[in-house]
């Protein structure tokens, strides 16, 4: 019977009609199948493709006569209601509906939860006066016991102001709970089964944190709070043994008692300076991922305490406690692939930051491990960067707001794909041996205001304001890769004025509130654009294909044309895009 099945099937695939109707079908799915926002009944009704439809946002009041339930295609599994002055009564949640996302005007909704099918809820809570559902249909939402459906695998609470007790949430299926906003937790009250927990981020009177506070299954646990206050840990203080990833802000770190064995991510910044206590029980740790705030790397004979197995490494900073020492050989672990040296925007940057401890980066010294792909020196940077010392597979290459010193010949990586400039002001001639290394500079185009072959790749400067005219990019021939995605004004593009007639480009990325047309006819050689949220126009020219005499066809030049990419959410582009394009759609 198998062998049958499997015959018809590959028959049926060969089919090249079936084959086009059902990659048709997964075409449109693949585009409609996202978040999707309306603001009227009518429009959900009279939407095209609405049976491929999975997320919805309702931005308008629903009542019970409107029988919504009715009306909602079963292949809907989410709905949110994002706007605070709408109703959204239902007169029951349909049992296809999966994940719901509500504010606290929603009360007639609240009281149908438990009898629900839901996996996945969210509630956003306001100032309003509080309340027990229970006991009323005016201010808040409190969760009580038996209140939540037996099926809810993730919830989260935005601006909760009511204490989580005891039996409150004693859902066993709960995996991840997310409280956004000052909220008391009771021990045992969280249940067993959670896995998954965040606390912040407007927290100005952390929780006691006690044994037994936290279920033992817990493997993802974020505290966070204001920058004024910090969670305290108690001495000798254990957190789950199940944790892999762990993201507090403290007022000490040196009295964790023991760092859990599976952990592999840890995102920790600390008010007191010693964070080497930390580092040595981390050290023997097969810690992937690490983000603390700290001024030493080292012991007292001079070795790294950095975890061997580490990936990613960003150094935070806190007022004077950052790091700012020289690196030399062996600092850094050698499977790092991400760098950052982060700065809080608060504190002068040429003070605070990491600047090598005030030395240049010179090739004897072998500091950046040949793993590293990314590396962002922060805002306090300022010191050379020698030939050699920069590793070969750097992909990203970030020089912060005061960065000012010569790019030398050969110091950049020739497979390096973005080399960004945060100083407005830089001004020296940027020397690359790829001309295809993408450069993230506000004056770089300066460089080839005379030199119409030598500009392959070019992005616009988030901080240009003028005309694109003044770009003079108009002339530039062998000009492949055009990114607009940092240029905020609509302007209408003029071939012959800010693009040759006849030009190159293979990839053009554009951003809102970019809404004018895009003709291929004039892109010829584009094979991917790439539109983000902005909102374009895609047209191109037809031309008549001749089956035989009596049989003429027009058809579409797509020219190069392989790829669009766009936001999953950037529903207005998609909804006036021809459909002759969805074949080229990719979501992000």
Known sequence: MDHHNDTLFFKLWKNKYINRIIFNHLKLFNIFYQWRQFSSLQSLIEFKYKYYLNEID???????????????????????????SSNFNLKSIPPFIESLYITQNDIPIFKLLNKSSIKYLTIVYSSKKKTSYLN??????????DSLPDTLIELTLIRYPFKIKKDTINNTSLKK?????????????????????????????????????????????????????RYVIPDNFEFP?????????????????????????????????????????????????????????????????????????????????????????????????????????????????FNNGGYPLIKNEMVFPSSLTYINFGDSFNTSIGVGVLPSGLKRLILGEIFNKEIIQDSIPYNLELLKIRNRYYDKTIKLNNPYTLVDSSKYYRQFEKDTEGLRTFKVPSDYTRSLELLFLSNKVNLEYLDMSSFVYNETFVPGRDIPLNNNIKTLALCYPFSDTI??????????????????????????????????????????????????????????????????????
Not at 60 to 82: A, G, W, Y
Not at 335 to 352: A, E, G, I, V
């Open 241 to 353: 043994d199940q944790l892999v990833r762990l993201e507090i802000t403290c007022d000490d770190s040196s009295t964790i008692a023991a760092i859990p064995p599976n952990l592999q991510s840890i995102e920790i910044e600390s008010k007191k300076l010693n964070q080497s206590m930390l580092l040595t029980k981390l050290k023997s740790r097969n810690i992937k991922s690490l983000t603390l705030n700290t001024r030493e790397i080292l012991d007292i004979n001079g070795k790294s305490i950095l975890p061997n197995s580490l990936e990613y490494l960003n150094f935070k900073y806190m007022g004077s406690l950052n790091y700012n020492q020289q690196l030399l050989l062996n600092h850094l672990p050698p499977t790092l692939k991400h760098l950052c040296f982060d700065l809080n925007s608060n504190f002068t940057t040429s003070t605070y930051g």
């Open 177 to 229: 709970l997310v409280v956004d906003g000052y909220c008391e937790v009771e021990l045992q009250s969280l249940p067993e089964s959670l896995e998954n927990l965040k606390l912040g981020d407007d927290q100005s009177n952390p929780i006691k944190l006690e044994p037994d506070l936290f279920p033992n299954n817990l493997k993802e646990l974020s505290l966070y709070c204001n920058p004024y206050v």
């Open 136 to 145: 009323g249909n005016e201010g808040l939402i409190e969760i009580v016991k």
């Open 519 to 588: 003709d291929l006819e004039v892109f010829q050689n584009l094979e991917h654009l790439i539109i983000n949220d902005a909102q374009a126009k895609i047209v191109t020219s037809t031309y008549d294909q001749y089956h035989n005499e009596n049989n003429k066809k027009q058809d579409y030049n797509f020219y190069k044309l392989k790829k669009i990419t766009t936001l999953s959410t950037n529903s207005i582009f998609l909804d006036q895009l021809d459909e002759i394009f969805y074949q080229f759609i990719k979501l992000i």
């Open 58 to 84: 309702i931005n308008f009041s629903v009542d019970h006569q409107d029988c919504l339930e009715s009306i909602l295609p079963t292949n809907i599994t989410k709905i949110s209601n994002t706007d605070y």
